[in-house]
């Protein structure tokens, strides 16, 4: 399977949103749950959640990347500079960083490495777009929750490094770009 990826812009909303309103998406929260709400008009539950989204869309605020399979969007990455989050309990970096905060793959695609992609794809992005560090807050592989942020595996094959814990269950892991 070959996936491109794409950062999410308001050309690209229509994948977004068709993704976020298939089955099994997290179209409860637009992945709003760990950002600041730019749009302090929204109205509550889902439909401000995603007018939230939107509006940060259409300002050219980074909200993440979306993973294609023959055109169609099969997956998401949440990742962006860390200020545009509400307070993840993240290490103290100096210097640009982006977080990595969630994802979510359509079931077909689910168990195919595609979270991997997701990872050096969003690296990359964050990268061209001036990030010194990345940072995760992914779980261990047996925690009943959390587990949209992403395993620690995953993070650990591609060189983060734990920083310490972020409450009960997360795990804050950084990446040093070169």
């Known amino acids: ?19 976020f309103e298939c089955k ?20 509550p539950g889902k439909a401000g959640k995603k007018a939230s989204m939107k509006s940060r869309v259409a300002n ?11 055109h169609d969007p099969v997956a998401w990455c949440s990742v962006a500079p860390r200020n545009t989050y509400k307070p993840l309990d993240g290490d103290e970096l100096e210097g640009k960083v982006w977080s990595i905060t ?10 195919m490495g595609v979270t ?3 990872i050096a794809a969003a690296i ?16 261990e592989t047996d925690s009943p929750t959390y587990r949209y942020m992403g395993l620690m595996p995953n993070f650990e094959q ?11 269950r997360r795990n804050v892991m950084t990446l040093k770009l070169k």
């Open 1 to 19: 399977m070959r996936l491109e990826f794409h950062p999410v812009t308001s050309e690209r909303w229509s994948d977004f949103e068709g993704l």
């Open 24 to 43: 099994g998406s997290p179209h409860y929260c637009w992945c709003m749950l760990w950002r600041t709400n730019e749009n302090k008009e929204a109205l």
């Open 60 to 70: 050219g605020t980074p909200i993440g990347l979306l993973a294609y399979s023959d």
């Open 102 to 111: 969630c994802f979510f793959i359509k079931r077909p695609f689910r168990k």
């Open 116 to 118: 991997s992609e997701l």
């Open 124 to 139: 990359d992005y964050a990268k061209a777009n001036g990030a010194q560090y990345v940072e995760s807050y992914p779980v």
């Open 158 to 168: 591609v060189g983060f490094q734990f920083a310490k814990k972020a409450g009960s």
